[in-house]
């Protein structure tokens, strides 16, 4: 069981800024996030897009935004349950809430921030039937760990950024046999990265079957082989341990919907005295959250945030005084 003052559930840019403000009351954070890295969209969709709306930043790459978010945080040593979807919430008899993951993590604390953006990003998953069956069983549609892969044959599939990067990660020492296989002849990804692929294809160290898409898996109990429709060569099976189909995500409100919470739209009604929800004690910032006048953009939940915590310590620590203090005045000490 992790304990934590405030469990934030989202890893983006604002949950991410919620454990600075939250350290500076000496209130201890605690992440959750359905992705395997911290940083949200900006991580996920755009890490090598400018943004030029952060004050103080004429411009900065969304993944440098992220990085220099997660240094801020350090000194406040937050807590990371990654790749890893907050699913349900009860309150138990202590006035705590009780939030456990879809892979069983379970987490306590007096206080929750919702930072959840979009949703859940969801993996596109390919019409293959019975694929459900071999889902952690040999078919994993994020890479977690690539040290998970060690010695392992391995199949991906897709014709973007994710797939030949771990391609050509994977081809480099770490799996014993890759191949790729993607439907199309030409890749949607850098490249450079193109370049890598179809290099590591003509020095045969990985499998390349483009113009081939994955049709049937089988297997005993886990994986063990699968079927590609190939345009040419007809359908092949390919023995293997793992298949990563890397078909993108797509962000889904997911069982946040279902914790009795008010929603609009697909998003979280506050009130913007302090982004508090319906439910007492939680609270929603961020992307995720709707009122009047609301605007979807990173400075707005950095606001958002710095609000929400402290109305969160008043709850936590109703008797004790609150007096504002400038980090000019007393600098950043951590815990
Ligand atoms: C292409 C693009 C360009 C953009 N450009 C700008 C810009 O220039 N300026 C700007 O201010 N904004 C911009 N935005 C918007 C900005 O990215 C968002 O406002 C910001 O990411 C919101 O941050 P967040 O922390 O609220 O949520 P997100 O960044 O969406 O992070 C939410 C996180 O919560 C996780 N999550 C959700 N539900 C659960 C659950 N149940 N369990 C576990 N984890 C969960 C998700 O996996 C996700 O990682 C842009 C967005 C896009 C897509």
Redesign the pocket.
């Known amino acids: 069981m992790i304990q934590t003052d405030i469990l934030i559930?989202?890893?983006?840019?604002?949950?991410l800024f919620t454990v600075f403000e939250a350290g500076l009351l000496k209130l201890k954070c605690h992440l959750?996030?359905?992705?395997p890295q911290a940083g949200?969209?900006?991580a996920?969709?755009?890490p090598k897009?400018p943004?030029?709306?952060i004050p103080a930043y004429p411009d900065i790459l969304a993944g440098d935004l992220v990085d220099r978010l997660m240094e801020q945080a350090a000194p406040f040593k937050p807590g990371f349950t990654l790749g890893?979807?907050?699913e349900t919430i009860v309150k138990d008899d202590e006035d705590q809430f009780i939030v456990t993951t879809n892979r069983g993590t379970v987490h306590r604390a007096p206080i929750i921030a919702i930072?959840?953006?979009?949703?859940?990003?969801e993996p596109r998953k390919p019409p293959v039937e019975r694929l459900a069956e071999y889902e952690d069983r040999g078919v994993e549609y994020i890479i977690k760990d690539p040290e998970f892969y060690r010695g392992k044959k391995v199949v991906i599939s897709g014709g973007g950024d994710s797939a030949l990067d771990w391609t050509n990660f994977l081809a480099d020492g770490v799996a014993s046999e890759v191949t790729l296989v993607h439907r199309r002849d030409g890749f949607r990804g850098h490249p450079d990265s193109v370049q890598k692929v179809l290099d590591l294809a003509a020095e045969g160290r990985i499998r390349l079957l483009t113009n081939g898409e994955v049709m049937g898996v089988e297997g005993d109990e886990c994986l063990e082989a699968l079927t590609v429709k190939h345009k040419t060569e007809g359908n092949l099976r390919l023995e293997t341990d793992h298949w990563v189909p890397l078909f993108g995500l797509s962000p889904k409100l997911?069982?946040?919907a279902d914790w009795n919470l008010n929603i609009s739209k697909n998003a979280i009604e506050v009130d913007t005295f302090d982004y508090s929800t319906n439910v007492d004690g939680i609270y929603a910032?961020?992307?995720?959250n709707t009122y009047p006048g609301k605007l979807?953009?990173?400075?707005c939940?950095f606001h958002e945030a710095t609000l929400m915590v402290q109305s969160a310590f008043k709850r936590i620590y109703p008797d004790k005084n609150l007096v504002l203090k400038y980090t000019t005045v007393n600098g950043v000490n951590g815990f």
């Open positions: 559930i989202g890893a983006g840019p604002c949950g959750i996030d359905a992705l949200g969209q900006c996920e969709i755009y897009k943004i030029y709306d890893e979807r907050a930072a959840g953006g979009l949703g859940c990003f997911g069982p946040i910032i961020g992307d995720i979807k953009l990173i400075l939940g």
